[in-house]
Structure formats: structure tokens, C-alpha cells
Antibody, heavy 117, light 109 residues
Framework: EVEMVESGGGLAQPGGSLRLSCAASGFTFSNYWMSWVRQAPGKGLEWVAKIKPDGSENLHVESVKGRFTISRDNAKNSLYLQMNSLRVEDTAVYYC??????????WGQGTLVTVSS | QSALTQPPSASGSPGQSVAISCTGTTSDVGGYNYVSWYQQHPGKAPKLMVFEVSKRPSGVPDRFSGSKSGNTASLTVSGLQADDEADYYCCSYAGGNYVFGTGTKVTVL
């Protein structure tokens, strides 16, 4: 059974940093593109970033470029999101999602990031 | 990249059908046959319901169907059931990036 479990969320101050992790199981992690998608409280979904199976290529949404970095460790079946220079508007539930053929077929349960002073 | 436009709400009685529209531009919905739809119950993760405009993942009932015309995609839920009450989001490939819709809350009356 495909499963993704996110961790690392919590409270951070504006300008601070957090590192999110996503532990994947039930599929050959190294064969798939992976993504992060976020959802601000009471709002819609927003794609954040994606990374190639071997980690050699990634892409981030314009609003987080230069502040967030997606990465992966295929030996540990894990996906990461390093978030620096956090802003209040980054407050959201962050979902790890498996990405295939231009859609997101499996999602984790999410981890809440709150940016507040 | 602006969010795709969906109606805020839609409703129907059990057994009826409801259609949800998703309007974008030639840079996203109109430019690619890569529109997907997600169902999200309160407090839960999104679930893939339709991909590549009209394909259903295994396990998704054929009551859910997708289509596209020009810059507008649509999801139709036929034979409404109580468990279909949820938020629905469209999503389109946009040349590297991905853009989601504003979301539609479906209520089963």
C-alpha cells in the first residue's frame, strides 16, 4: 500500500526556517517524481515544488523561489522541503504527493506549518 | 500564474447529477490535456478522482466523469451520494508549473 507520512511542521517566526520530511513506502520511491503541495487555512491548494526521480532536476513555484528547496534521499525513501526566510503567508498544511504523468496520484496526510511572531 | 476559476458551490439531491466547471487560459487548461480533479473531505488529504481530463484511477466509481472544451474543463458527478459531499479542486499542467482551481464545495441536499 502506497503511504506517505509528513513530519517537521510546527511554529516558526517570520524569517525563520523549518525542514519538512516525507517518508514514503509501498512503492519504488526512486522511480517517481515527487511534489509538495500546500493549503493555507480555509483556502485552496497550491503546488509548491517538484523533483525528478534521481534528484537532478527540480522546479519551485515563483513565490518560494530562493527561499524553499526541495530535495530527496532515495536510499531513505524520503522527500524534504527546506524552508528558509519564512513569511506569515507560508502558513499552511504542507502535503507530500507522488507525481506521475502530470497529476498527483497519492498524497500524505499533511503537516501544519504556522509562521507567526 | 492565477488560480483556475471554479464556482464556489454546487448542490444536488441524492441520485441527481452535479457539474463543476474549471476555467483557465490557453497557457494551462486550453493548452494541455493534463487536467486532473481532486476530492477533499474536511480535515483529510486530497484524493485523485480524474486525470488527463477524463481518465479515472482504479477504484474511482464511473459516476465521476471529466471533459474539456477549450479553456474550460468540467467534472460531473452522477447519482449523487452522501459521501460525495466534499470540496473538489481541478488542477492543470501549465508548462512546468501546476495551477489549481479555487475549489468547489459540493453539498448533497
Amino acid at each position: 500500500e502506497v503511504e506517505m507520512v509528513e513530519s517537521g511542521g510546527g511554529l516558526a517566526q517570520p524569517g525563520g526556517s523549518l525542514r519538512l520530511s516525507c517518508a514514503a513506502s509501498g512503492f519504488t520511491f526512486s522511480n517517481y517524481w515527487m511534489s509538495w503541495v500546500r493549503q493555507a487555512p480555509g483556502k485552496g491548494l497550491e503546488w509548491v515544488a517538484k523533483i525528478k526521480p534521481d534528484g537532478s532536476e527540480n522546479l519551485h513555484v515563483e513565490s518560494v523561489k530562493g527561499r524553499f528547496t526541495i530535495s530527496r534521499d532515495n536510499a531513505k525513501n524520503s522527500l524534504y522541503l527546506q524552508m528558509n526566510s519564512l513569511r506569515v503567508e507560508d502558513t499552511a498544511v504542507y502535503y507530500c504527493a507522488r507525481y506521475t504523468s502530470y497529476h498527483f496520484d497519492y498524497w500524505g496526510q499533511g503537516t501544519l506549518v504556522t509562521v507567526s511572531s | 500564474q492565477s488560480a483556475l476559476t471554479q464556482p464556489p458551490s454546487a448542490s444536488g439531491s441524492p441520485g441527481q447529477s452535479v457539474a463543476i466547471s474549471c476555467t483557465g487560459t490557453t497557457s494551462d487548461v486550453g493548452g494541455y490535456n493534463y487536467v486532473s480533479w481532486y476530492q477533499q473531505h474536511p480535515g483529510k488529504a486530497p484524493k485523485l478522482m480524474v486525470f488527463e481530463v477524463s481518465k479515472r484511477p482504479s477504484g474511482v466509481p464511473d459516476r465521476f466523469s471529466g471533459s474539456k472544451s477549450g479553456n474550460t474543463a468540467s467534472l460531473t458527478v452522477s447519482g449523487l451520494q452522501a459521501d460525495d459531499e466534499a470540496d473538489y479542486y481541478c488542477c492543470s499542467y501549465a508548462g512546468g508549473n501546476y495551477v489549481f482551481g479555487t475549489g468547489t464545495k459540493v453539498t448533497v441536499l
